[in-house]
């Protein structure tokens, strides 16, 4: 099948209400806001998190904008544990699935808030050729190599540098995976800095390099529910998504090499949408593979140069009025929309994740794309910098 992306890039929908202006009423970090002016000067602190099985401590930090908006994160896996924004009424809560402490991300988790690499997403049968040679990776999902197999990125401690600047606060994690680490050549020095500033937007940029071509491809793995505290299911969340094509897969969820259009399917998000409106649509043969969605969407471009930015996703949650708008430097992303999620999991606050309790929105080149030489490059070249950054905007909807 052939498949022609058309040159034309996504606009946020109009009627968002910032969480400026909601933070003007007064603000706290979490409960309602307090009526104290609702500013305050952006900060960022860091803390003990406990340590690895290795003994290795761990810190968590916090950082906070002059809207009242607060992030935790920690240099464990780069987790963001803790997420919080208003609603419409001015309520903060928590809007990202996880642990209340380290020992529960140290279990097997379904990478909560991580960041994941080297390689996100799947490769199949955990097996690439490059330049000539042929390597092999850790098989740890089915017959193929997810997330950077079985210690990616999201197991180890990344060194921590905290910084300021006049329109926020930020982290900057650091890693270098060894060579031949997990399987994949050369040495790759990678950092992830995270920025929350004072537009109401996380800012989340990556930059890599490497002694030996080796194929990169970082992204976050935060779970979202923004009716807040995982309350109820995700399936009211309404989803648009700027993209004409999924790349479909077969039944171990590795692309197939085609395009697939949208239109007609469920994976028709171009207009907003409910997740649950099509979800269990299981004629549908994408449906059956997935569960659900577990599909990156190849997203459409004006310019489809590495460095422009587009309006990749909206979501909007009804009953609070929280919105998430997402720009990408990517060209996919994978909607994943919590299919394994089962009610085994106590996360924060005894909150129970049941089955489909949290959304993925992972921005990402193409799942296994080394063995697919007709999507986007994913590999890295001694000389070479891999840069790219995602943005995720909040705000409200009246």
């Not at 790349?247 to 090499?257: A, E, F, R, Y």
């Not at 207009?271 to 099509?278: E, K, N, V, Y």
């Not at 909206?314 to 919590?338: H, L, N």
């Not at 490059?377 to 705000?395: E, K, N, Q």
Request: overall charge neutral; hydrophobic content about 35%; aromatic content about 10%.
């Amino acid at each position: 099948m052939s498949f022609t992306l058309p040159a034309r890039v996504g606009r946020a929908a109009v009627g968002l209400t910032s969480l400026a202006l909601v933070a003007a009423a007064g603000c706290a970090s979490s409960g309602t806001m307090a009526a104290t002016g609702g500013r305050s000067a952006p900060s960022i602190t860091r803390a003990p998190f406990g340590t690895t099985r290795e003994g290795t401590p761990v810190e968590i930090f916090t950082l906070t904008n002059r809207h009242g908006i607060e992030m935790r994160a920690t240099n464990y896996g780069g987790l963001i544990v803790s997420l919080k924004t208003a609603d419409r009424s001015g309520r903060f809560d928590d809007i990202v699935l996880g642990y209340d402490s380290l020992a529960g991300y140290l279990r097997d988790t379904p990478y909560f808030g991580a960041i994941v690499g080297r390689y996100g997403n799947r490769i199949a049968k955990g097996t690439f050729t490059l330049d000539g040679q042929t390597y092999k990776l850790a098989i740890n999902n089915g017959p193929n190599s997810l997330h950077g197999g079985l210690r990616g990125f999201d197991k180890v401690v990344w060194t921590p540098e905290t910084f300021q600047t006049a329109s926020g606060v930020g982290l900057k994690l650091t890693y270098t995976s060894a060579d031949m680490e997990e399987g994949y050549p050369g040495a790759l020095t990678a950092t992830v800095t995270y920025t929350l500033n004072d537009r109401d937007e996380l800012v989340v940029e990556y930059r890599a390099t490497t002694t030996k071509a080796t194929p990169v491809n970082l992204t976050q793995h935060s779970y979202w529910n923004l009716a807040g505290s995982a309350s109820r299911d995700i399936l009211g969340h309404v989803l648009t998504i700027d993209a004409d094509a999924i790349t479909p897969v077969d039944s171990t969820l590795i692309p197939t090499g085609e395009l697939m259009p949208v239109s007609g399917t469920p994976f028709d998000f171009r207009t907003p949408t409910a997740i649950g409106a099509r979800v269990d649509q299981r004629q549908n043969q994408q449906i059956r593979f997935g569960g659900g969605y577990d599909h990156n969407f190849v997203l459409n471009r004006r310019d489809p140069s590495a460095d422009s930015m587009a309006h990749a996703v909206r979501v909007v949650e009804p009953t609070s009025g929280r919105t998430m708008d997402i720009w990408t430097m990517e060209p996919g992303v994978q909607f994943y929309s919590g299919n394994f999620l089962d009610g085994s999991i106590t996360g924060k606050d005894g909150a129970v994740y049941h089955y489909r309790y949290g959304l993925a929105l992972e921005t990402q080149h193409f799942p296994d794309s080394p063995n697919h030489p007709n999507f986007p490059s994913t590999i890295l070249r001694p000389g070479d910098t891999y840069h790219t950054r995602t943005v995720f905007a909040f705000g409200v909807q009246r």
